[in-house]
DNA sequence: CCTACCGATCGGTAGG
DNA sequence: CCTACCGATCGGTAGG
């Protein structure tokens, strides 16, 4: 028989069954990951796995948490040093290039949010929900940075925040097209030029 | 016992398959749409959907064909009478608004291409060959055309096609999120202004 | 954390 | 096109 292990045990296995249904996640989607994938590969028992979720939803759910922590690490630490405005806004974004092209090894089947987006935006339940609910931070997150770009005078007054926001993330949409299963090495290169052409001083305002 | 049914019913349960095959791949995904689902919807015995592709691998293909059926006389169809160039793009975009925005019956869990090109970009195999080779074609359509919208002067010199199509392909794919997974009824506006920008005579070109 | 098990469903086949 | 079936795997539970 296995003992009851300690706390910190518990912890540290629950870590590591969240980084590896990350990984699968990443390629086979929330649904496509499975109980049994996790115990084989982490050489547990379906029982071992569950014990520390109670549901595949709740498993599904702290997945997601653990790549939502890896996103923040990987994009919104490393621009929290740059001065406000669009220095910032431009330090995110060059982090966000970063993270879908080395993450590699965290997502080995590329950004976990849009895969986990188009998988549940057709259904509802509460793992949707968290999907939309990180969706919608991310975006007030950005807008907030280009709204301030605005006030600094590095971004046109009358910029549409929202706007901006929205083809950003359609760049990046593309981008994680372009690698994953385009495969295109141009790919980062071309998200760089629309930056260009967005996050410019010169940007022509969308109007309304 | 049930007869053996002649070709043109043979056909004609085949066009049913494939029909319901599309409207649920597009909420559940290729690998999420199953045979006893299937056979359920329709009515029919598991074995008797398998007849008509042999496995699910090819059953996946067929719907893929399918929904590029549906895609061609959506987007393509609508824009083919519009002059060449500028003219033609734009028609060729505001038909794909359309798609997305309006082809609920058909993709209930919105655009099958983008659900299956998310689903099968960390995968071998011919489902995720034929989902990237359709995605290629559709980019050197798009390209062509903003090739001949320059050629025409319609849009700047030196406007480097790929770049343009990258962006438009985001932009897409930010609308059927933001359609699909925020439900944001803004955002066909937002891409129309995002297209004025991209494709306007007076659009930077994109430096190399 | 394990073994041992549950009913349901998966893709697919045999045979008609 | 059907019934009847196959082994594998699914999420989850009982009990320790």
Redesign the interface.
Known sequence: MSPRKSAAEARSTRRRIIDRGIAIA??E?L??LTIGRLATDLGMSKAGILGHFGTKETLQLAVLEGASAVFVHSVWHPAEDAPPGLPRLRALCEAWIGYLEHERAVF???CLF??A???????GGRV?DA??RL??VWRRRLAAEVRQAVAAGDLPAGT?P??VT??L???????N??L???ADP??PA?TR??L??LLAPDA?V???
């Open positions: 990443s390629v989607g649904e496509g080995p089947g590329g849009t895969t987006s188009v998988e549940f935006d057709a259904r949707r999907v939309a969706s919608r549409d929202e706007q929205y083809e993330v359609g760049c990046y949409l593309a981008l097209q372009e994953q299963l385009l141009e790919a071309r030029r629309a260009d052409r022509p969308h109007p309304r």
